[in-house]
C-alpha cells in the first residue's frame, strides 16, 4: 500500500453520492479537500459525470408514431 | 326517473372535463414514459405492449390521481407494478448474485495500466465506449438492480421518488443504485474488452 491509497479508497466510496449531493457538508467538504489535491481521483469524477451523460443519451430510443396513436385510442370515448 | 338537476349536469360536464384534462397530459407525457418502460424490459415489442397495458389502467383508474402530483411518477408506478407482474410470471432462472467492483473501475480498465503516466482526457477514454455497449450492460442488469438505474439515471427521478414508485424504502433505492451503478460499470467494462475495434 503507498500512502495514497487510503485518502483515494476513501474518495472513490464518496463518488457517487458525492454526485448525487447526498453527502453531508462535513464529508463534501472532505472530499472537495481531496480532490483539489488529487489529480488521480479529479480524473475519475470528470470520468464519472462525462460516464452519466453518455449513458443517458445512449439509450434514448423514440417511441414509434403507431404507438402514440394506440395510445390514444385507449382514451374513453366522449 | 327525470332528467338530471342542474347540478348534476353541471358535475357531469365538470367529471368530464377533468377526465379529459387527465387523459392528455397523460399522453403528454407518453414520450418521457416510454424511455423508462424502454430499458426496464428487454425489447421494443415489450415495451409497447406494457405501455398500452399502463395506458388501458390508467385510464380507468383516473380518479386516483391526485391533481397537482407527479403524473409522470404515478403512470410509472402503474408501469412498474405490471412489469413486476409480468417479470413473476415468466419466472426466469433465479438470477446469480452478479459481480461489482468499485467506482474506478471502468476507468481504469478503459485508460489502461499507463493511463497516469501520460493521461488522456476523459471524452477519449469514453469514447472506447459504445452506444450499443450501453444498452446491452443495462438490459443485462438484474431487476431490482435496473429497475432504479433506470429510474434515477435515465428517467430522472429523486431517490424518494424512485422509493415510492416501486414501492420500496429511501435506503433500499439507494444501495440498489449504488450497487447497480458499479456492476453496470463492470459490465460496460467487459462489452468494451470484447469489443475487437
Known sequence: MTLRDDPCDNCEEMLQPYLDRELTTIERAEAEAHLDTCEYCRRRYRFEVELRRFVRNAVVEPMAPELKQRLSSLRTPL | ?197
Do not use: C
Not at chain 2, 38 to 59: H, I, K, N, P
Not at chain 2, 62 to 80: D, K, M, V
Not at chain 2, 83 to 106: H, S, V
Not at chain 2, 160 to 181: C, F, K, N, W, Y
Open chain 2, 1 to 197: 326517473m327525470g332528467e338530471p338537476s342542474p347540478t348534476e349536469t353541471r358535475q357531469l360536464a365538470d367529471d368530464a372535463r377533468a377526465r379529459v384534462r387527465f387523459e392528455e397530459e397523460a399522453l403528454e407525457l407518453a414520450d418521457q414514459v416510454y424511455q423508462v418502460a424502454r430499458r426496464l424490459v428487454g425489447s421494443r415489442e415489450e415495451a409497447e405492449d406494457l405501455m398500452q397495458d399502463t395506458y388501458a389502467r390508467a385510464f380507468r383508474s383516473w380518479r386516483s390521481y391526485q391533481p397537482g402530483t407527479n403524473l409522470r411518477a404515478w403512470l410509472l408506478r402503474i408501469l412498474t407494478n405490471l412489469n413486476i407482474d409480468k417479470a413473476r410470471a415468466r419466472q426466469r432462472r433465479p438470477q446469480t448474485e452478479p459481480l461489482e467492483e468499485g467506482d474506478y473501475f471502468l476507468y481504469n480498465r478503459l485508460a489502461g495500466s499507463g493511463g497516469d503516466q501520460q493521461p488522456e482526457e476523459e471524452e477519449r477514454v469514453l469514447a472506447r465506449l459504445s452506444q450499443d455497449g450501453v444498452v446491452g450492460a443495462l438490459s443485462e442488469l438484474p431487476h431490482d438492480f435496473r429497475d432504479v438505474v433506470v429510474l434515477v439515471d435515465i428517467g430522472g427521478f429523486a431517490y424518494a421518488e424512485a422509493a415510492q414508485i416501486l414501492d420500496i424504502p429511501v435506503g433500499t433505492v439507494m444501495s440498489r443504485l449504488h450497487r447497480g451503478r458499479r456492476i453496470l460499470k463492470r459490465q460496460l467494462a467487459e462489452e468494451a474488452s470484447d469489443d475487437p475495434s
